[in-house]
């Protein structure tokens, strides 16, 4: 399998590596100056010595979030509802997309569909006019209300059937003509062959759905119910100098450890570092549709 | 039945000569009340006792705000069960159904309110933020009576505090005529601008501290370069500056301003009984020169632009600045991290410099912290006003059952747990005389005098002095005897040095709609001068275009309402 | 005529018998658009209302209508022709940017051979769209700061003057783009790379048998390869033609870059809006909206016709 290889190929080879490291080294700066201020003492995070390695190495703040309760309970709520709203969201779009992937001349309806899609997509009536329907379909604080309003996204649904319509139209046409329906002919043929893109809405949905905080705050109103992003939007976000007093002054020295939020921030993204690599072996290319297709 | 017969009595007490507040019990414990046409805690002379308690339990829903400083370890069964909520239960028969327990930030509490708000849908009372009042105040959704029902049931103490500086709180909480809320108040002058200096660096460089303006800028000029940190770097600057440098807190330029006689952001006489806008004032002109040459000698960080206070404060805690404006509170954070890194940081307060030849008035506003409402649907209104009674009662005036309240804080003191109440206001004095009595007790030596809240503070004091300057160091820099901030607080009220702010009122109808946009103006044009882009000679067109945008008929608004205060 | 509508309605109903399963898998999706989409939009009414809050949605109906003044009220400010420009200017940056750099680093990963090594780049890429702009921002205020910056120390050891990235109004712009690019740059390579998967491999054989370099391969290949999601990314940002980014801006920008930097959700913002004035907010969004929806019709119908591709 040797491939003979040119000079300039070689000198671009090196370019290229070099050029990949150097977005690897920006990319995870961030990271790792938020772990490193994590495992420093407080008052040189307040003075802002730490930039990629620890100073004063301690482990305190991890210590101190390991007894509390509630960041593991919002660590469990966000697992929860990536896992529900992933599972939902999927499918609806899987469906979706299917159907209006058909050609116009197997679904004759479908250009009024698109227009029912496309309008959500830019139009929204806003904050309050949506609080007033969760509240009055009667799921105000439970975790249906971060999963279900959104279910549906227009853009994944866009997306996918791009996908979907990239397959040959022979694999999905002969089928028909044998009779199969279109539940057993997306179950059977279209699903498998599109991990790739299952793989990637999977993961905006996912990503999505660990990443939100605003809903959270709205839409619950117990905070033991809140998913980690909404949770640590809170103590990262909890001074307001403006309205500080002696009373409430005198416990911040507590209260805005950096090293603390720090490990907060990190520990919340652990669980996409494992699961990326995951889903990630769908989009390494290699693994065509070709191949799948024999 | 109970239900219809309250109601009955309702509409009783309504056709009577009561203001317009439904009002379910009747306290008719002992039998000392007459029968009908009386409130609760009235009594038949038309007395009202403001300690009645009601003869069948009144639930009243609302909202619980988590303070940050309280959020590491709060803890929800603790709070409801504590001594202060079952005594109140106890002694008012009241208690509150808390529909939602949330962080006091601006994401989640406010958040959660201005939606309530918005969707029309609020509990029987809740605290809210001056423009969330404003927004209520066109709706139909809060009680108008309040203001009367608070003045008839507060109690004198209640009454005192909330007026202890003047009726500008109850003024402020006026819509068309009428007090739609009841306002929290806190202590105006503990917001005092002062000015926070290392003592240990003024004596390292054997220099004075800094009275006059000129004084300051030279005391900075050898602090940026005499090495006052002695660690052979030149790495030091003369002050502390962030982006906000309009909003009083830690590291901000109010009393900078003040020192020149400026005073931006607030409302003042312009010595012929009118009002005008302190941002738009001849001398700012002179304080924005001042601040421009800091920035331009590199006295304050070239990219304060981007620094908010807190990332501003690490030049503090690092031992690069010396100097910083602020508040009374900026020992306990976040200057005490200083020592935590340098044992010898020794920052004092002092009263802010001046340039123009007397002693400088430094600026403050009525401090409100929060709007009391009460849903127009509660049946029992005054309930609120009772609570409030409560809390006057057993946090100032409980003599030994004081002590049956305190809690332990993070930092295991035992304190009174006033963040575990939302309906509490404050007394002007309150910290003043705290401080008062433990310089009293310091230099008697004798604790004998004091009180439990002020043996608090003796204690953390008492800490210091025996060599625990780390965990210490704000008590003794706030309250403390040597230099502490209320002794500027002190050395400000006793010779009358600060200037009020004349606006109290709600907003001006111009004001609601172009205050912000003017505000955002000052902002943009004092940022730039002080960064060398736009110039004071131009200060009169920047006057000229805030006028436009439309301070010219919010000040003609604000002079009608002053004229006829 | 009769003959007509007969056959007609046969059509109809061969075409129900045939298509019915597909309006079955459409429903679940419909349903749930219309509570949560189409419902809430009954409150778009209060852009042309002065609102006040009243019982739920009832507030909706009961509020004053002003017509046109809130729309008057926003487009009259003085500085919003700006503020429009400055949004314009920073989202068109940003949409190009933000398809060109993650689609140049998926082609470049695609010439990565080692596994391992693409693996990782791929992860690592992503890592930094999982902080939020609050995190960040404080990140970036500091390297990249004139005093004491990384960023600044090398371009001073480099003998240039240091640069106020955030603080001048000639940088702030490109300030913006770059670092909006740094932390959303692995979700479009995402798409890119699983595009990049559904290439016939059979075809780059054929290349290289005809002799093609792996230059030629790239540009003769793998784009047209990939180029239906590369149209499709591009009209869906049209989408956010308005949205230049509210968290990212409002953590990095100041008075002093307002001129260039401030956008249509910051400038709203500051009007105290976003908090209660909800009726201009929803005017606001409103007229965000139209525009978005006017420029994403326009452009779906311009791939159909010029590039004969049908996004939806």
């Given at each position: 399998m040797k491939i003979k290889t040119s000079p300039a190929r070689k000198v671009f080879v090196v370019i290229n590596y070099l050029v990949l490291t150097l977005v690897m080294c920006l990319s995870l700066f961030p990271l790792i100056h938020i772990f490193a201020l994590s495992l420093s003492s407080n008052s040189a995070a307040q003075a802002g010595w730490v930039t990629v390695l620890p100073v004063n190495f301690t482990l305190d703040s991890y210590q101190y979030i390991l007894q509390k309760p509630e960041f593991f309970k919002s660590f469990g709520v966000s697992v929860l509802r990536v896992v529900l709203g992933t599972v939902i969201s999927i499918s609806l779009t899987i469906l979706s997309a299917y159907a209006m992937s058909q050609p116009d001349e197997r679904f004759h309806a479908r250009k009024y569909y698109v227009w029912v899609f496309l309008v959500t997509m830019v139009f929204s009536g806003g904050l309050i006019p949506l609080f007033i329907v969760i509240k009055s379909v009667g799921i105000y604080n439970s975790i249906w209300a971060l999963v279900l309003p959104g279910a549906v996204q227009t853009f994944n649904v866009i997306l996918m059937l791009n996908f979907f319509r990239s397959l040959p139209y022979a694999l999905t046409e002969s089928a028909l003509i044998d009779g199969a329906n279109h539940f057993q002919i997306m179950a059977k043929i279209v699903v498998p062959v599109s991990k790739p893109s299952l793989a990637t809405v999977g993961l905006f949905t996912m990503v999505n759905h660990w990443n939100s905080w605003f809903d959270g705050m709205i839409y619950l109103s117990d905070t033991a119910k809140y998913p980690m992003q909404t949770y640590l939007q809170n103590v990262i976000k909890s001074v307001d100098v403006a309205s500080l007093d002696l009373t409430s002054v005198g416990a911040m020295t507590n209260v805005s450890q950096k090293t603390v939020t720090a490990a907060q921030i990190f520990v919340a993204i652990i669980p996409i570092l494992l699961v990326y690599p995951f889903l990630q072996k769908y989009f390494i290319s290699g693994m065509t549709l070709g191949s799948v297709k024999e | 039945m109970k239900k219809k017969l309250v109601l009955l009595l309702a509409a009783a007490m309504l056709a009577g000569s009561l203001a317009g507040c439904g009002d379910g019990?009747?306290?008719s414990e002992g039998g000392a009340e007459a029968s009908g046409g009386s409130g609760a805690g009235v009594s038949e002379d038309g007395e009202v006792d403001p300690r009645f308690k009601y003869d069948e339990p009144v639930t009243l829903t609302s909202y619980f705000e988590i303070s940050p400083a309280i959020a590491g370890d709060w803890n929800q069964e603790t709070t409801l069960n504590s001594v202060y909520y079952t005594r109140m239960t106890e002694e008012t028969n009241i208690s509150i159904d808390w529909e939602w327990f949330a962080a006091q930030t601006p994401d989640d509490s406010e958040q959660k309110k201005s939606v309530a708000i918005a969707s029309g849908e609020i509990p029987d009372f809740m605290i809210v933020n001056s423009s969330q009042l404003s927004l209520l105040a066109k709706s139909d959704l809060i009680n108008r009576d309040i203001g009367k029902i608070f003045e008839k049931y507060a109690s004198e103490e209640l009454m005192s505090w909330t007026t202890g500086e003047g009726q500008a709180a109850l003024e402020s909480a006026s819509y068309g005529g009428e007090v739609i809320a009841i306002p929290l108040v806190d202590s105006s002058i503990d917001m005092l601008p002062m000015m926070w200096i290392r003592r240990d660096w003024i004596e390292k460089l054997n220099l004075e501290m800094p009275k006059t303006m000129e004084d300051l800028y030279n005391v900075m000029i050898a602090f940026r370069d005499q090495d006052p940190d002695g660690n052979g770097q030149d790495d030091t600057i003369g002050m502390v500056f962030h982006n906000l440098f309009l909003s009083a807190g830690l590291g901000d330029a109010v009393g900078l301003f003040n020192g020149f006689g400026a005073y931006p952001t607030i409302w003042v006489k312009d010595g012929e009984d009118k009002l005008k806008y302190?941002?738009?004032?001849?001398e700012n002109r002179e304080a924005l020169d001042y601040i421009a040459k800091m920035y331009q000698e590199g006295l304050i960080d070239q990219d304060f632009s981007s620094n908010d206070e807190v990332k501003a404060s690490e030049a503090a805690a690092s031992g690069r600045a010396g100097i910083q404006y602020g508040l009374m509170w900026n020992a306990n954070w976040p200057l005490n991290a200083t020592v935590q890194n340098d044992p010898e940081a020794d920052w004092v307060a002092i009263p802010i410099p001046s340039a123009t030849g007397s002693e400088a008035m430094p600026q403050t506003s009525p401090r409100i912290t929060g709007y009391v409402v009460v849903n127009k649907n509660c049946e029992h209104p005054e309930a609120v006003v009772r609570l409030l009674n409560f809390f006057v009662d057993k946090y100032a005036y409980s003599g030994d059952e004081y002590n049956d309240y305190l809690v332990e804080d993070s930092n295991g003191v035992m304190t009174f747990?006033?963040?575990?109440?939302?309906l509490k206001t404050w007394f002007p004095l309150k910290n003043l005389t705290i401080h008062q009595h433990i310089v009293e007790a310091l230099e008697k030596d004798d604790a004998s005098a004091l009180n439990a809240e002020e043996m608090v503070s003796y204690n953390d004091i008492q800490k210091y002095l025996s060599g625990d300057i780390v965990t210490s160091y704000g008590g003794m820099k706030t309250f403390g005897n040597d230099m502490a901030a209320f002794d500027t607080i002190q050395h400000y009220y006793d010779n009358n040095l600060f200037l009020m702010n004349e606006f109290t009122t709600g907003p001006t109808p111009t004001m609601g709609q172009k205050m912000s946009t003017i505000t955002d103006k000052v902002m943009e044009y004092y940022t730039k001068v002080i960064m060398g882009i736009e110039s004071t000679d131009n200060f009169d067109a920047f006057v000229e275009e805030v006028n436009a945008l439309g301070l010219d008929k919010i000040t003609e608004e604000l002079n009608e309402w002053y004229a006829n205060k | 005529m009769r003959e007509v509508s007969m056959k007609k309605k046969k059509n109809i109903r061969t075409i129900m018998k045939r298509e019915w399963p597909l309006h079955v898998m459409l429903l679940p999706a419909v349903i749930l658009l219309a509570v949560f989409a189409y419902l809430p939009m009954v409150g778009i009414v209060i852009s042309f209302q002065d609102f006040v809050p009243s019982g739920g949605m009832k507030g909706f109906f009961t509020s004053e209508w002003v017509g046109l003044e809130n729309f008057r009220y926003i487009f009259g400010m003085k500085d919003f022709r700006q503020v429009l420009v400055n949004t314009l200017v920073i989202a068109v940056l940003k949409i190009v940017a933000g398809i060109a750099v993650p689609l140049v680093l998926a082609l470049l990963l695609n010439e990565v051979k080692n596994r391992a090594f693409k693996k990782s780049v791929q992860t690592i890429v992503y890592i930094p769209y999982f902080l939020s702009w609050v995190v960040l921002g404080g990140i970036l205020v500091d390297i990249l700061s004139p005093s004491n910056g990384i960023v600044n120390s090398l371009i001073t050891a480099l003998g240039h003057d240091p640069v106020y990235f955030l603080g001048d109004p000639n940088t702030i712009r490109g300030t913006l783009v770059v670092s909006e690019v740094w932390k959303g740059c692995g979700y479009n390579m995402v798409i890119f790379l699983a595009a990049l998967t559904a290439i016939d491999q059979s075809q780059y054989e054929a290349a290289k048998v005809d002799g093609a370099g792996y230059f030629k391969q790239m540009l003769y290949i793998t784009l047209p390869g990939i180029l239906p999601q590369i149209i499709l990314v591009t009209v869906l940002g049209l989408g956010n033609i308005l949205n230049a980014g509210f968290d990212q801006v409002f953590n990095l920008y100041s008075p002093i870059v307002y001129e260039k930097a401030d956008i249509i959700d910051t400038f709203v913002y500051r009007l105290g809006m976003l908090n209660l004035q909800y009726s201009v907010s929803t005017a606001v969004g409103l007229f965000k909206s139209v525009i978005s929806f006017v420029l994403i019709t326009i452009s779906f119908t311009l791939a159909k016709k010029f590039a004969n591709y049908q996004i939806f």
């Open positions: - | 019990a009747d306290s302190g941002s738009i004032m001849e747990p006033l963040h575990w109440v939302m | -």
